[in-house]
């Protein structure tokens, strides 16, 4: 079982900068993920990022590449969702999750085991 805690998000105004923290408790296997979602009210939930564990590779959607970093801690298994340059259209409910047997399938959620509560994001012009 793992246990996922994320931390609060909070109102940003456009072009400002937000960031968020994962941490990830319980048992783990060596070769797993960790990522971030997002849902916007009436849209269906969506990949924003993630990093493999095992090397540390890093993917993004296309919608925030450039402007978010996903970095990881590996000694408290903490990860970090750096956001720049908000826009408007990044206001959403933000989900930490964790895929404990990593095959390749990152930015599908259904392939995450375990997910954090989320943490509303706002974007304010």
């Known amino acids: 079982q793992v246990h996922v805690v994320e931390s609060a998000g909070g109102l940003v105004q456009a072009g400002g900068s937000l960031r968020l923290s994962c941490v990830a408790s319980?048992?783990?296997?060596?070769?797993?993920?960790m990522g971030w979602f997002r849902q916007a009210p009436g849209k269906d939930r969506e990949f924003v990022a993630a990093?493999?564990?095992?090397?540390?590779?890093?993917h993004y959607a296309d919608s925030v590449k450039g402007r978010f970093t996903i970095s990881r801690d590996n000694v408290r298994n903490l990860v970090y969702l750096e956001m720049n340059s908000l826009k408007l259209e990044d206001t959403a409910v933000y989900y930490c999750?964790?895929?404990?047997?990593?095959?390749?399938?990152?930015?599908?959620?259904?392939?995450?085991?375990?997910w954090g509560q989320g943490t509303q994001v706002t974007v304010s012009s």
């Open positions: 319980g048992r783990t296997s060596s070769s797993y993920a």
């Open positions: 999750a964790v895929d404990t047997d990593y095959l390749g399938s990152y930015f599908i959620d259904d392939y995450y085991d375990f």
């Open positions: 990093v493999i564990w095992n090397g540390g590779m890093t």
